[in-house]
């Protein structure tokens, strides 16, 4: 309950410290997991400490317990373990410190880890922290590359020598943190968190040479997997165990067997691609080479024709088939001509000998009224009509007789 206070009217701390030691003993007896980090046993103590630490957000709680309390799992239970304490929280009012006192302390065995992990996973997985799609692609050659890895350990030396050994001029950004144990986790996500924030960095490798299970807890922590999927650079996961893979891999960027595997994959081989660049300029070179030949007899054939041999042979030829169809159109036209004018001479001949003046010079003449229309019988003309009578030679006058007769009379 609220403790009513004021500056005129405060608690002293002890009353203060009283309080919260009842409170304290309010909660009862609870079963809590961590990580034992210290363990202090001592001759002839009938009391064990040690120190019991949340790795995941770096708290530590003192524990105490009696000996033959310890003693039932010492065979077991050493500093780094994981274990469940059934403790009951106590206040030490003088110091104002809370410590908890061990009434059982039992061991987390390797299939209780992996079960809890494979929960884990599959909240993750279905958060979408390891799907395919949000997996980021590694630069083809990193100009700086952040290493994450315990000091001076072999990790860190597979992975710069074979960096180095492969691509001579890359660089690397080193940071050294705990690889196991319970301050490395919040190491290697401070690291891991740096190096992001460097624009310079192109990718980031956490390594690690392998390690039983439990050593290779603190790379399947919920808070490590998080701040790698928030990783706006690519990370490379390169914890060396095959057997049991730890969430960092899911959720990495790109997953490397061993530190070894992670320098080959991150970092190109310089003769390799020299090689390649060598390949590749030969092959252009072969491409280019059967292109001019394959130019050069095309070229060769085309000459090769009779036309461009003797180009102006078409011409000639041509000339020639051009004056013997001019011949031919000039005797054709000769032809038709002279055809027409035969047929013209038969025509006018015809004509000649069917025309009237023809008639005329045979001796016959055609009468004609005044106004020129040709009398054709007698009952046409009256008695005394003139008429003009026109022969071969000219025309003359005429009258018709009384009879209604035409007689021949000159005028």
């Given at each position: ?12 701390v ?24 210290q ?20 708290i ?82 990193p100009q ?13 030396r ?46 980031i ?46 959720v ?129 003309v ?10 071969a030679?000219g ?16 005028s």
């Amino acid at each position: 309950m609220a403790v009513n206070t004021s500056a005129e009217n405060p608690l002293p701390v002890g009353e203060v410290s009283r309080l919260i030691g009842g409170w304290i003993d309010r909660l009862g007896a609870v079963w809590v997991e961590g990580q034992i980090t210290q363990l202090s046993r001592r001759p002839g103590a009938g009391v064990v400490f040690l120190t019991l630490r949340d790795p995941s957000y770096d708290i530590s709680v003192g524990v105490t317990c009696y000996r033959q309390v310890f003693d039932s799992v010492a065979d077991v239970v050493s500093e780094g373990a994981r274990v469940v304490v059934l403790a009951k929280p106590e206040w030490y009012a003088p110091r104002g410190q809370l410590s908890l006192r061990a009434a059982e302390i039992r061991p987390v065995g390797v299939g209780e880890l992996l079960a809890r992990l494979e929960q884990l996973k599959k909240a993750l997985a279905a958060e979408g922290l390891f799907a395919p799609e949000r997996k980021k692609p590694l630069p083809f050659l990193p100009q700086l590359i952040g290493l994450v890895c315990g000091r001076a350990s072999a990790a860190e030396r597979d992975v710069l020598e074979n960096a180095r050994h492969r691509w001579p001029a890359v660089r690397f950004e080193v940071r050294n943190v705990a690889v196991q144990g319970v301050h490395a986790v919040p190491q290697v996500v401070q690291a891991v968190k740096e190096l992001d924030a460097l624009d310079e960095v192109d990718v980031i490798i956490v390594a690690r040479g392998g390690g039983s299970v439990e050593d290779l807890l603190p790379f399947s922590d919920e808070q490590l997997v998080r701040a790698v999927a928030g990783c706006r650079t690519p990370v490379v996961s390169a914890i060396g165990h095959e057997p049991d893979n730890p969430l960092l891999d899911h959720v990495a960027d790109l997953r490397a067997s061993t530190p070894t595997d992670a320098a080959k994959k991150v970092v190109p081989d310089v003769g390799e691609e020299l090689e390649r660049v060598r390949q590749l300029r030969d092959r252009a070179r072969r491409c280019a080479q059967a292109f001019v030949e394959r130019e050069e007899r095309g070229l060769a054939h085309a000459l090769a024709r009779p036309c461009m041999q003797d180009p102006h042979r078409m011409v000639d030829e041509r000339a020639d088939q051009v004056t013997a169809l001019v011949d031919r159109a000039r005797r054709t036209l000769g032809h038709l001509l002279d055809r027409a004018d035969s047929e013209l001479a038969h025509t006018h001949a015809r004509v000649v000998a069917l025309s009237p003046a023809a008639t005329l010079r045979r001796g016959y003449a055609v009468l004609q009224k005044a106004d020129g229309h040709v009398v054709r019988a007698p009952d046409e003309v009256t008695a005394g009509e003139a008429l003009r009578a026109r022969v071969a030679a000219g025309e003359f006058t005429v009258r018709a007789d009384g009879e209604g007769s035409v007689g021949n009379q000159g005028s």
